[in-house]
Each structure stands twice: as C-alpha cells, then as structure tokens.
C-alpha cells in the first residue's frame, strides 16, 4: 500500500468531496468505498428485492454527484447522513409508485421498456408498447459508443455499475456519467426524432 492510497483513506469526506470537485476523481471512489456498504445495506434492508436496491443505490449517487457537480452540496459534515436521506426518499418514492401502479414480474430477458407498467394491456396498447420498444433501440444506436455500452450493459445485461466500470475500464464514477449522459441523449433524441418513450 503506498503512502498516497494510506493518505488518501484518512482523508475525511469533505475533504475527499473538495477533492473530487478538484479533478481528482478518485477521491470519489474513495468516499463511494468508505460508505456504499452502509447505503446499500440500508436500501437493501427496506426494499428486500436485489435488483431493486441496486437501481435505488445506483440512482441515489446518481444525485449525489449531480448535487456536488452543481455545488449545491453543503458543506456540514454530515455527509454519509445527507446520502442516507437520498437514499430513504428515494426508497419512499420507490413504494408510492408501486402503490399506484402494477409490477412487472422479474424475467430474464428484462430489457429497458419493462418499466412501462400497463393496466389492461389490449391489442393496440401492446402494440403500441411493441413500437416503442423498437424506437428506444434505435435511439439506442444513436448513442455515443461509450453511452450505448453502459447502456446496453445496465438495461439488457443487467450489471451493475461495479461491473460495468470494470468491463469498461473506467472508474465507477465514469461510468455513472456516461449512464446520466446518455439517458439526457436519449430524451433530447427522442424529442428531435418526435418519438413518444410513453403510452
């Protein structure tokens, strides 16, 4: 272990934040480390579901680092409680949608569209969800490469971004950023192409 790995792990979080808002991008991976267990074993601990847990995980340092790149994050030293707040919204907004809407069952050729929950799917609404389907797959080959792969690697692969940073050779906050990218490519796509992503 080198002197700068020893340095860098005795670093505090807002250190490790002022840091990473400095362009060293692994101090975030440092802060991602030191407190992903704590997150994710809450999460994990209220939703019961793996897959799930991952997405709400996923999604909370999604805006934690959507947060600290506007610098809208405060600095108070509660960082690791400010993270688990996130994350408890989001596991509260996770439950109101199932509370309003149908689950789709888990599969294993789960692919992006299965978040569209349709009651009383008829013939035309299962076509239509069909068309959809095909248009997010050909906005999809529009992406960057890198986008596409992060992609093609979290929705129809079904990895998680551990994996897909390892797959990808990047770190995992790069990968993250490429995944926030690309669903922004998406949307503004779908708007040029006047493709609905909606029944």
């Known amino acids: 272990m080198t002197n700068e790995t020893i340095t860098t792990r005795q670093l ?5 934040i002022l840091g990473y808002r400095n362009g060293n991008y692994s101090d975030f991976e440092t802060l991602l480390a030191r407190h992903q ?14 897959d799930i ?8 340092f999604f805006k934690v680092v959507h947060t600290i790149n506007s610098g809208l994050y405060k600095d108070e030293n509660k960082f690791i409680h ?19 809407m149908p689950m789709v069952s888990s ?7 299965d978040t569209l ?8 609404r ?24 992060v992609v093609i690697l979290r929705h129809y692969g079904k990895y998680d971004f551990k ?3 390892a797959k990808t050779g990047v770190s995992i906050n790069t990968a993250l950023g490429r995944m926030r990218y690309a669903v922004i490519n998406l949307r503004r796509l779908a708007k040029d192409n006047n493709v609905s992503l909606e029944l």
């Open 163 to 165: 994996d897909i940073a």
């Open 37 to 50: 267990s704590k997150v994710y074993g809450y999460i994990f601990s209220v939703v019961k579901d793996k």
């Open 126 to 149: 299962k076509m239509i969800r069909t068309q959809i389907r095909r248009d997010v797959r050909k906005l999809i080959k529009k992406l960057p490469e890198e986008q596409r792969r």
């Open 117 to 124: 929950r349709v009651p009383d799917d008829n013939a035309e």
């Open 12 to 16: 505090t979080d807002n250190e490790l």
């Open 82 to 100: 400010w993270v688990m707040r996130i994350a408890h919204n989001l596991i509260v907004d996770h439950f109101r949608r199932i509370n309003k």
């Open 53 to 60: 847990a991952d997405d709400i995980f996923q999604d909370t």
């Open 107 to 113: 599969r294993n050729d789960f692919d992006i569209m």
